[in-house]
């Protein structure tokens, strides 16, 4: 989305709210394991004629709890994937190394003290916003390639702080009505930019892509980032026609960068990025035994 409004908007009902919108799924629930109850043996009778033994209790064992993986620890989790509903859970993996496996949507979220390490300008991309400083090699290459081809980026908007997170929602909220908002625009806390790894692209000397009716196929820079951006390490959060996986509408102008060899698994997948950034989150339940 673009950068952050200037006005200081109220704050809308949106932002604080847990209840879904109506298109909106549920979160699926992670499976709560109890253990049943042991049975006491039976005691023996004592009348005449002898009562039947009672039958043995059956054992039940509970099931061992697995701990949580350490951060950058790629497993695979063996819950499905949520729907899209609206709460405010904290990621599980947000330590400054996880950049790349980073869950963000419209349930799992950053805290708002949350700042990225080693913040510095775009410079090679001919900008001054702001990014992680371990994305700026594979950004200068894209961005060289890109030119070599035709096809020029620039930079959009790229870094922003939970705060400013908080005016561009109200900004959309009042332009587009809350409903609408919330498809196309994170609430704090749950926006990738908030990372420092990711960066809205347009075409040099261009309009915001936002602006056109599909940048991604109407500018040579979209349709480029498109085929090439996963070379180095950047992947489309929101591709077309996906919003029910994404959580949000299309969006071809935002990639977020995730590496090399994981922006090369992500594609060989099929899987859109937070599907397959959801199958390598730490699952703490084993599934409850048989």
């Not at 599909?214 to 026609?241: C, E, H, T």
Request: charged share 15%; glycine share 6%.
């Amino acid at each position: 989305m673009p950068t952050d409004a200037q006005a200081d908007m109220s704050t809308p009902t949106a932002i604080d709210s847990a209840t879904p919108s109506p298109t909106s799924s549920a979160v699926a629930a992670s499976p709560s394991i109890k253990p049943g109850p042991t049975q006491a043996p039976a005691k023996a009778a004592t009348a005449t004629p002898p009562a039947k033994p009672a039958k043995s209790a059956k054992s039940v064992t509970a099931p061992v709890q697995a701990a949580a993986a350490p951060p950058g620890t790629l497993v695979t989790n063996a819950e499905a994937l949520p729907g899209c509903a609206y709460s405010y859970i904290p990621t599980p993996l947000a330590s400054q190394a996880d950049y790349g496996l980073t869950l963000l949507d419209t349930t799992y979220s950053l805290s708002s003290s949350y700042q990225p390490a080693g913040l510095v300008q775009a410079t090679v991309a001919g900008s001054s916003e702001l990014v992680r400083s371990l994305i700026v090699p594979d950004l200068r290459s894209m961005v060289g390639a890109a030119r070599a081809a035709g096809a020029p980026l620039a930079i959009a908007s790229a870094y922003r702080s939970y705060a400013n997170q908080v005016v561009t929602f109200r900004h959309w909220v009042n332009v587009q009505g809350s409903a609408l908002a919330l498809t196309s625009s994170a609430r704090p806390g749950h926006s990738e930019h908030q990372l420092g790894t990711v960066i809205d692209f347009k075409s040099r000397g261009g309009p915001d892509p936002w602006t056109m009716a599909d940048w991604g196929k109407q500018s040579a820079a979209g349709i480029w980032l498109a085929a090439n951006a996963w070379k180095y390490g950047f992947v489309m959060s929101y591709p077309r026609g996906l919003s029910a996986k994404t959580c949000y509408e299309y969006e071809p102008w935002h990639y977020r960068y995730v590496g090399l060899a994981e922006a090369a698994a992500i594609r060989a997948s099929g899987l859109t990025p937070r599907q397959w950034i959801w199958e390598h989150q730490p699952n703490p339940e084993l599934p409850s035994p048989q």
